[in-house]
């Protein structure tokens, strides 16, 4: 299904936004950004990188996306333009989320990471994605997770930490999954088995200071495991032992 947008000035004439478009436009809203690499894995299939670079450029061209350098990358990422904003305020689909005009290099190795992961979970079938800031949207008042999926029939709180926080700031962010669920579960991503194992006996820890506490809801997994693994990746849980992700969904 395509749908027309007007005009240009130079060489192309007009851009008429594809399905695969309206993902990509959705995608960046959502993620606020995305590298080239996301571009094709997320939205052009088995599409050459060639293709998603020259979509881009057109779409780069009437200001639907616009291209930023990081240093840390090879290519440009790519941040809404504000007619992409305004194309899917028309329709419908921005939602209460708000135009996000520059990166945030304070953040972006983090919210690279759980793009990827998002991108990974989906194409091994998760549903029902809710971003970062979707939740916070619906929840300004308390803290919310990276993301909420749907596992089957378990929804999914994802955490993922790629700086190194406190014990006590830890020890706040577990009690508080426990206490105030967002979701049924929670997948806690890691970078390496050191801070995994950590995690895990802080969690441990907690068994003793709040009596009742279900530990069991909270899961823990390694980014590089589910990047290569997906559903089939391993993850340790304090009630179940070693189980698969796919396997959080059979509680």
Known sequence: MEREIAKDKLTWKVVRIQDRDLRLLNLILHQKFLTLDQVHRGCFGNASLQMARMRLRKLGHFGMVK????????????????????????????????????????????????????????????????????????RPWVRVPDAIFNLENLSVALEFENTEKGADRYRGILLNHMERPAAGHVLYVLRTPDRLKSLAQILESLRTRRLGLDLG??????????????LEAPAVNLKRGRIKIAELSAQ
Do not use: C
């Open 67 to 138: 291209s930023r350098p990081v240093y840390t990358e090879a290519s440009k990422v790519y941040l809404l333009g504000r007619p992409g904003y305004s194309y899917l305020e028309s329709r419908g689909l921005a939602g209460n989320l708000s135009f996000v005009q520059e990166l945030d290099l304070r953040v972006f190795e983090h919210d690279k990471a759980v793009t990827d992961l998002r991108l990974g979970l989906e194409m091994a079938g998760v549903r029902g994605w809710k971003s970062e800031r979707e939740l916070r949207q619906e």
């Open 217 to 230: 809801r909270i899961s823990f997994a390694l980014e590089q495991d589910i990047l290569d693994l997906k």
